[in-house]
């Protein structure tokens, strides 16, 4: 797989699971959801990301 895929995973992931935690555990976590579409949003406009470097040096995608 791709960096691009394994961040596409984790991304997902973890939006699933804040919106989870945020519904039955405490609607805190809502804020989560919200820091990572944030990451979202400012990747796509300065084309850099930092899971993205995190993944590049732990080798993923070669």
């Given amino acids: 797989m791709t960096v691009e ?6 991304a997902g992931t973890f939006v699933l699971l804040s919106l989870a935690l ?6 805190g976590w809502f804020l989560f959801t919200a820091f990572v579409g944030l990451n979202l949003l400012q990747s796509g406009v300065s084309n850099w990301c930092l899971m993205m470097t995190i993944l590049g040096k732990l080798g993923a995608g070669q």
Wanted: without cysteine.
């Fill in 5 to 10: 895929s394994y961040l596409r995973l984790i």
């Fill in 22 to 27: 945020g519904y039955w555990v405490h609607p």
